[in-house]
């Protein structure tokens, strides 16, 4: 007894009260150690990820070009070969929506994001965003781990990594999809990829109990359940006796305890039951519409309240029309999106505002690639990862600014032209991570989120 | 004018003199156009391109799609578009890249000189006109570009150097060593006044032997029967018992899995799964089982294609075997970039597990850490190269000419009816199409109705878009379609699809790889990994730094059915004089046997991967390997009888101190069992295992939440109180894009790329699944039943759980608390045997 490092109950101590630098990310990865992290004083300390999935068109969103619609009908020419996704390209085709001048700022933003619009001077937009592929599989994985090939962690594991965890009771990394289902590539969008899975995003269902196999077997009760707990507690420590300095074993009994909280904690962190009735209105809740994101966007927000570093939320589910993937119908597809989106994505940005947490939580908005100006089937648009919008807004962001620019018909990102890494770079930078220095040894290589490019998007930082 | 003319000339004589002549001479293997005083701007200008620009963008290289030898495919440009606006230097991309106004400026790495500049802005605005066409080849300087020496310094790294088998050193406490493996570990711990721990306890021992070798807990009377037994060779008959378990191949067999990113779907978007991928799986574990030498072993997964053996069996085997080459994930839209992906996912899986070696990190750049060149890398891309994909039938020839005979029969008999179909429905769907052709944009219309011969180039492509892409949905087409009609149409279809019940039933196949015939299309260096960059024609090669000399690839003969690369190059991997196959290998066994590799980094013996703890230890057992004919079971054997191997576990102050992480081996290393073996233990203690082996995957429950897609991704899962589930987790259908949780939060790989080291995380959702789960709530209601059925009293019930999950009687005070926990209430027995899965005794391997 007296070689043993840490009683089972010290050590829990040490970890609730987290003094002396023990962080529980530390004693629950073993043997891999987080990053020391930040590097610098940080702008923001969470996250949170809107990802429309399927690609939004930017020529119809947030990237006006009237010169499409005065050149419809003509053939997209001079720009080189034009690739496209599924074949038979057809001429340029002008957007079916009009664009209004939003906030101080002027910015231009199409009718169908009218509460988004009025939010414009919280907003950075980037209109030069580009990326690799233009299949949706690699461009998810690239926007989610910065590279095109599955299997690298994705950047909540990164800044999970990176930043350790602010509530030990709830995961640091924390996935909604939507509810027409995930998004293509599945698991890997959100994997912990060569790092330990204590950095792994764990998705949460809106509905019902948000993590699998939260909730005891049906007959268990709260008492019952301690009880057991404590039962397995003494068994243990008969074991721990034997080997009292193997931390490995102390982490595992600590994370009995940590999981018993979690049981309580995390159905309360996103029990948007008893939310304010005007809360629920602004976010959309009271409408079949806008309910399901709406609240989605609402437990984003009480999440990163309690501590949770990042939470992705999806926009879009499975295929074509069930996301922003309007290879069919543009008016049908982005008008359905838009309208499940646009009214709780801003009532996100007032909440946040309202709650003192906008200054200290990054948001961002973005899709994996942009879409084509040329028609598809008519009146649908293909894939286009060569130009595309993204927004951002919160912390340590110049709202009201607009970066770069595609070309008159929004084909390609022309001037200042950022790249994922750009992007990347640039949101670790805000939460005070500098990502050169942000490495993952993995069979005897440094790895990084941004692999060996990247540059801070510096026109858009506060 | 004339002055300036003349500044001009003597300017761009002196440029040349310093720059061409002394700096880019080395590199300079273009030919000018001759170069004449009389001559005007465009010689120059071409003089310019051609020392700066053409290596990359003329002819063998057209670096983003971009030709530079002519007027017309400099207008006609590359990827970015076209490149020349003659007259407006400033609009035109050669300009603007090359003054840097846009970026990367060019060329690469360099700034190009003013005078330089000044020749091309002056050119493109005098029109940009050529004298004539750059007849430039730059073969030479490409190839020149690709060649990185291999120095005998580089050769000297010590994983580089053959293997040799040391004599065991002389150590002071001989009486400990019971093999060779012995003498060396303990020479280290001496080194280090160290002693090793203490034997362990018999039942720790049994315990330990059972999970290392098979993943399951053993039975208590086996644990009892060991104990008993006093005999000196009692241990080493229980290694041989164990050895000779079906078991044991499926739990070394899924270290190889990892390896080999081995998974039953293709992952990305619609993540297909791959319905005979298990037959590779099933080959793995009986290859373990029969204790197939390495060296076969390593051949047939490369080239068991290009093989030859004296029996059809095994030739099918083989061809199984070739699906190692398969197993990678694979890319939705085919490109040629995606197949150089798979042919990298190959090239890095098959270096890394056999060799050790990091090659995959040489595709766009010579090595950073090791001496890889990118021509290596190339080289064995070219190996690979040929290899195309094939769903081998496993059945005879004449099996499969009979059932191609049997379709065709019943393709002939449905032709008049598919026939008849198409023209009763046509008439419908071209009316549809004309109603939906009305509806479509104004100036689509208007593209449709202009006579093609007068459409504009965007009608053009409209029109054609509507032609192509204008669908009548089927929905739409039977909805508008007459009563009697449909009855008709009703009928046809009813008899395509009796015949169609008459088809054969598919043969069985497995994922291989063949070859279209002996001569292989060419494939190239590719510089800086685009295949948009292509250098030299490629020769097979291998690895330059472990080859002694450079390594021949015999030519097939005429009549052969591949080019026999793969064959040539499984041989030298498995040659002897290989210095890193039986080493890498050697230390694969130690790390699965102690945790850690004597390489800590299994994959990885470069400069950028650890060092050897014990160098002569790995050198003797590489060296033994080959010795005993490649066979894994007899290096288990070698190791496992070691008292190296058969140490205690436990804590020691003296060594915690000394060593921390237990580097030189003064304790054995407690080790936390993979998911998988987690949830098999819990089947074995539960007594509801189900033992059969091999066949098609299995699917465990998952919620559908967890992957509800209709990407054509799916989960049939099976209820958790199917008894079809509860068999070994070896054999749960591994889809990529959907894993099982009870796996993934306990860290088994994604598959996507090859594993050589789990990572062993401590998360609180892997307790709250063991906590929570219907399955594990389940097996403890089945474990309850099995200790009701197996023992009487509340008490014995409790000693016949210690022992079947832990090989061990209670102490007094487990068994106080165990018992009045279990008396507790009515599902005190049944909470009991849950605490009983969630203890860390039951999850580590003593």
Redesign the interface.
């Known amino acids: 007894m007296s070689?043993r490092l840490y009683s089972r109950r010290e050590l829990l101590w040490r970890a609730g009260s987290g003094i002396a630098g023990v962080a529980l990310a530390d004693?629950?990865?073993?043997?891999?150690r987080p990053m020391r992290g930040p590097h610098f004083p940080p702008k923001a300390t969470a996250v949170i990820s809107i990802f429309c999935y399927g690609g939004v068109s930017h020529v119809d969103t947030f990237d006006p070009k009237p010169e499409l619609t005065r050149r419809?009908?003509?053939?997209l020419?001079?720009?080189?070969?034009v690739v496209v996704?599924q074949?038979?390209?057809?001429?340029?085709m002008g957007s079916p929506w009009s664009f209004k001048k939003y906030g101080q700022c002027g910015m231009d933003v199409s009718e169908i994001f009218p509460h988004v619009g009025s939010m414009a001077d919280d907003i950075a937009l980037i209109r030069s965003m580009y990326a690799i592929s233009?299949?949706?599989?690699?461009a998810l994985f690239q926007m989610n781990t910065g590279s095109v090939?599955?299997?690298h962690p994705s950047m909540g594991s990164w800044i999970a990594y990176g930043l350790g965890t602010e509530n030990r009771n709830l995961?640091g990394f924390i996935v909604f999809s939507d509810w027409?289902?995930?998004?293509?590539?599945?698991?890997?969008n959100w994997?912990n990829?060569?790092?330990?899975?204590?950095y792994?995003g764990?998705?949460f269902?809106s509905t019902?109990d948000p993590?699998?196999?939260?909730?005891?077997?049906k007959?268990?009760t709260p008492q019952?359940?301690r009880?057991?707990l404590d039962?397995?507690g003494?068994?243990?420590d008969?074991?721990?006796r034997?080997?009292?300095?193997?931390s490995?074993?102390s982490?595992?009994?600590a994370?009995?305890e940590?999981?018993?909280r979690?049981?309580s904690h995390a159905p309360e962190a996103v029990d948007i039951a008893k939310e304010p009735e005007a809360t629920r209105r602004m976010y959309g809740l009271d409408d079949k519409v806008t309910e399901y994101f709406g609240g989605q966007c609402l437990m984003a927000r009480r999440l990163v309240e309690r501590g949770v570093r990042f939470v992705q939320v999806y926009s879009g589910?499975?295929?074509f029309d069930?996301s922003w993937d309007a290879h069919y119908g543009l008016k049908y597809n982005h008008e359905l999106h838009a309208r499940e989106t646009d009214k709780p994505i801003a009532a996100l940005l007032k909440d946040l505002k309202q709650r003192g947490l906008f200054d200290s939580t990054l948001v961002v908005w973005h899709g994996e690639f942009g879409r084509m100006p040329?028609?598809?089937?008519?009146?649908g648009r293909d894939h286009n990862p060569l130009g595309f919008t993204i927004w951002l807004a919160g912390g340590g962001i110049k709202g009201g600014t607009i970066v770069g620019a595609t070309d008159e018909f929004g084909y390609r990102a022309v001037e200042n032209r950022k790249s994922v890494n750009d992007l990347h770079a640039t949101i670790l930078a805000l939460l005070g991570l500098d990502h050169e220095k942000l490495t993952y040894r993995h069979?005897?290589?440094e790895m990084r989120l941004t692999d060996v490019s990247g540059k801070v998007i510096q026109e858009i930082v506060a | 004018m004339v002055s300036r003319d003349w500044v001009r000339r003597a300017l761009f004589l002196y440029n040349r003199m310093h720059l061409g002549m002394i700096r880019w001479l080395p590199r300079i293997l273009v030919i000018f156009p001759a170069f004449c005083w009389g001559d005007d701007l465009a010689r120059k200008a071409i003089e310019v391109l051609s020392r700066n620009c053409i290596a990359c963008h003329g002819e063998p290289m057209r670096m983003s799609?971009l030709d530079l030898r002519s007027r017309e495919s400099i207008a006609k440009?590359?990827?970015?578009?076209?490149a020349l606006v003659p007259g407006d230097a400033e609009r035109s991309r050669l300009y603007r890249f090359a003054a840097g106004i846009e970026q990367p400026s060019m060329p690469p790495g360099k700034k190009l000189a003013d005078e330089d500049l000044r020749t091309l802005r002056e050119w493109i605005e005098d029109g940009a006109n050529f004298a004539e066409p750059v007849k430039a080849d730059a073969h030479a300087a490409v190839a020149a570009l690709e060649e990185h020496p291999v120095t005998d310094e580089d050769r000297r790294f010590w994983a580089f150097q053959a293997p040799r088998a040391h004599v065991p050193p002389s150590v002071a406490g001989a009486g400990w060593v019971r093999n060779p493996v012995d003498a060396f570990v303990l020479a280290a711990l001496e080194s280090k006044s160290l002693a090793p721990s203490p034997r362990a306890d018999p039942r720790a021992l049994v315990r330990r032997a059972y999970l290392d070798l098979l993943g399951l807990p053993p039975e208590p009377a086996e644990v009892e029967a060991f104990v008993q037994d006093n005999s000196p060779e009692a241990w080493d008959r229980l290694v041989d018992k164990l050895l000779a378990s079906p078991h044991y191949g499926e739990r070394w067999g899924r270290h190889w899995l990892d390896l080999v990113r081995y998974a039953d779907s293709a992952?990305?978007?619609f993540?297909r799964d791959r319905p005979n991928a298990w037959r590779y799986r099933d080959y793995v574990i009986r290859a373990f089982n029969r204790d197939k030498p390495y060296d076969r072993f390593l051949r047939e997964q490369i080239a068991g294609d290009e093989m030859e053996f004296p029996t059809v069996e095994e030739k099918r085997e083989a061809i199984v075997a070739t699906g190692f080459l398969r197993h990678g994930?694979e890319?939705?839209?085919k490109t040629e970039q995606t197949r150089m992906?798979e042919l990298d996912d190959i090239i890095a899986t098959t270096t890394?597990a056999f060799l050790g070696m990091?090659v995959g990190?040489a595709r766009c750049h010579n090595h950073k850490?090791d001496p890889i060149p990118q021509k290596d890398y190339y080289r064995i891309q070219a190996v690979f190269f040929p290899s195309k994909y094939n769903q081998a039938p496993l059945v005879s020839e004449e099996r499969v000419a009979e059932h191609k005979t049997a379709a065709k029969r019943i393709d002939d008999l449905q032709t008049p009816w598919k026939k008849q179909r198409d023209e009763l429905r046509e008439p419908y769907r071209r009316r549809l199409l004309e109603e939906k052709k009305a509806k479509?944009?104004d100036?689509?219309q208007?593209?449709l109705r202009t006579p093609p011969e007068k459409r504009?180039?965007?009608?053009?492509?409209?029109a054609?878009?509507?032609e192509?892409?204008?669908r009548v949905e089927e929905k739409e087409l039977l909805a508008a379609m007459s009563a009697g009609d449909l009855a008709t149409l009703r009928d046809i279809d009813s008899r395509i699809q009796t015949l169609d019940a008459e088809r054969p039933a598919p043969l069985p196949t497995a994922l291989a790889v063949k070859e279209s015939g002996p001569k292989p299309e060419p494939s190239y260096f590719l510089h800086r990994g685009s295949p948009g960059n292509k250098g030299s024609l490629m020769k097979p090669g291998v690895l330059t730094v472990a080859a002694k000399s450079d390594f021949d690839f015999p030519g097939p003969p005429e009549a052969a059915a591949s080019s026999l690369r793969r064959r040539a190059f499984a041989e030298w991997l498995a040659s002897a004089e290989n210095p890193l196959t039986a080493r890498v290998m050697a230390n694969r066994i130690w790390q699965h046997h102690f945790g850690e590799g004597i390489v800590a980094?299994p994959?990885?013996f470069?400069?950028?991967?650890g060092r050897p703890s014990h160098p002569e230890l790995l050198d003797w057992l590489a060296a033994e390997f080959v010795k005993r004919g490649w066979s894994v079971k007899a290096m288990h054997r070698l190791i496992m009888t070691s008292n190296a191997y058969q140490m205690a576990?436990?804590?020691r102050?003296d060594g915690?101190q000394a060593d921390p992480s237990n580097v030189y081996l003064w304790r054995m290393a407690?080790r936390?069992l993979e998911g998988e073996l987690i949830r098999d233990s819990i089947l074995a203690v539960a007594g509801t295992l189900d033992r059969k082996q091999g066949g098609p995957g299995i699917f465990p429950y998952i919620?559908p939440?967890?992957?509800?897609?209709?990407?054509g991704?799916t989960w049939p899962g099976r209820p958790d109180n199917d008894p079809e589930t509860w068999r070994r987790s070896v054999y749960i259908h591994s889809k990529?894009?959907?894993?099982v949780?009870m796996l993934?939060?306990?860290?088994k790989p994604?598959t996507?790329?090859s594993c050589?080291r789990r990572?062993?995380?401590?998360?609180?959702?892997?307790?709250?699944?063991l906590?929570?789960?219907?399955f594990v709530?389940l097996q403890s209601r089945h474990f309850a039943q099995r200790l009701q059925r197996e023992a009487g009293s509340v008490g014995s019930q409790v000693d016949r759980a210690f022992q079947l999950a832990f090989g061990r009687p209670p102490?007094p005070?487990?068994k106080v608390?165990?018992t009045r926990?279990a008396e507790?209430?009515p599902?005190g027995l049944v909470?009991?045997c849950?605490?009983i899965f969630?203890?860390?005794?039951f999850?580590?391997i003593p």
């Open positions: 070689q004693m629950l990865a073993a043997s891999e419809q009908g003509e053939a020419s001079g720009v080189g070969e996704s074949g038979h390209p057809g001429a340029l233009n299949d949706h599989g690699p090939l599955a299997g995961p027409r289902g995930g998004p293509i590539g599945g698991a890997p994997g990829g060569y790092m330990p899975a204590a792994q764990t998705p269902r019902g993590i699998v196999d939260m909730r005891p077997p007959d268990v019952r359940q009880a057991w039962l397995v003494k068994l243990n008969e074991h721990l034997r080997n009292p300095e193997d490995e074993l982490a595992r009994i994370s009995y940590l999981a018993y979690m049981q589910g499975g295929n069930e040329i028609s598809q089937r008519m009146v069979n005897g290589r | 799609k440009g590359g990827e970015r578009g076209p992952g990305y978007e993540d994930p890319a939705n839209i992906d890394g990091t990190c850490f479509l944009p100036y689509i208007l593209a504009t180039g965007g009608q053009k492509l409209n054609s878009q509507v192509k892409t204008l980094t994959s990885n470069g400069d950028s991967g576990s436990d804590d102050p915690l407690r936390k919620d939440a967890l992957w509800s897609s209709s990407s991704r990529r894009t959907i894993p949780p993934e939060v306990f860290d994604d996507i790329g050589a990572n062993r995380s401590t998360v609180p959702t892997q307790a709250l699944i906590m929570n789960s219907a709530d102490s005070a487990e608390s165990s926990f507790s209430g599902h909470d009991f849950r605490a969630n203890l860390n005794e999850v580590y």
